[in-house]
């Protein structure tokens, strides 16, 4: 009996040096990653948080996690970044930086996004995350940045439509680049884009021989952007 009770404190004192190694060397190499994050070597610093964030055992793991996913975002790699400030959020909701966490989440699919005239899921997702952190944390000093963030994916998801839209028109498709048309002058919005999917509605409106259509778009355009290019080049079908 006693010397099963010594080999039980044996293993219990073994197991206590080796959590302590764990701990002394995970603090020895955050400090060097710190270290070095702070003097922007990110790709070396970056290779030692992610050995820290893999020792779950460790109370540096979730720092550690973080940083390696800022040192991807400030390394411009948004896809590797987002994945880890994901990881983040599910194996750490209690973090005390989950609130960046949350929003970089958004921040990087931005940045991951293409240009208007391509592909827009990246952006629609970009949206969605924001979204996701304006619930989540509505008093956060980050709310208007958010809100500004979701304008402009909002733009470009416009945007895209728009450059449908023009490319059905210039493949004599009416009716479908009318549909993106009609889409985005309902939305009420009074910019460049407007302006040119009206002119465009007209067009087609005007082509189709729907006078009464055509007529609508028109006031829509005369009214908005009165001095407008593309009001001077219709005016004479409504003369």
């Not at 002058?185 to 006078?211: C, F, M, P, V, W």
Request: hydrophobic content about 35%; aromatic content about 16%; glycine content about 2%.
């Amino acid at each position: 009996m006693l010397k099963k009770y010594a080999w039980f404190l044996l293993a219990v004192l073994l197991a206590a040096c080796a959590r302590n190694e764990v701990a002394v060397s995970s603090a020895a190499k955050m400090q060097q990653a710190d270290e070095l994050f702070s003097r922007k070597k990110y790709s070396r610093a970056a290779l030692l948080y992610e050995d820290i964030s893999f020792e779950r055992q460790s109370a540096s793991a979730p720092v550690a996690l973080m940083r390696l996913a800022d040192c991807y975002y400030k390394m411009n790699k948004f896809t590797d970044a987002r994945l880890k400030y994901t990881a983040l959020t599910t194996s750490y909701p209690d973090f005390e930086e989950i609130e960046t966490a949350y929003f970089r989440i958004g921040e990087c699919y931005f940045e991951e996004s293409l240009k208007p005239q391509y592909d827009q899921t990246e952006t629609q997702q970009s949206i969605d995350a924001f979204r996701v952190f304006l619930d989540r944390f509505p008093n956060s000093d980050k709310y208007q940045r958010a809100i500004e963030f979701i304008r402009q994916a909002q733009t470009k998801v416009i945007q895209k439509k728009y450059h449908n839209g023009y490319i059905y028109y210039r493949m004599k498709d009416y009716s479908s680049a009318l549909m993106y048309f009609k889409e985005i002058i309902n939305l009420g919005n009074q910019d460049e884009i407007d302006r040119r999917s009206l002119y465009y509605a007209t067009r087609i409106s005007l082509y189709h021989k729907n006078r009464a259509d055509a007529e609508t778009f028109w006031n829509r355009l005369k009214s908005r952007y009165p001095d407008s290019r593309e009001t001077k080049k219709l005016a004479r079908h409504f003369s």
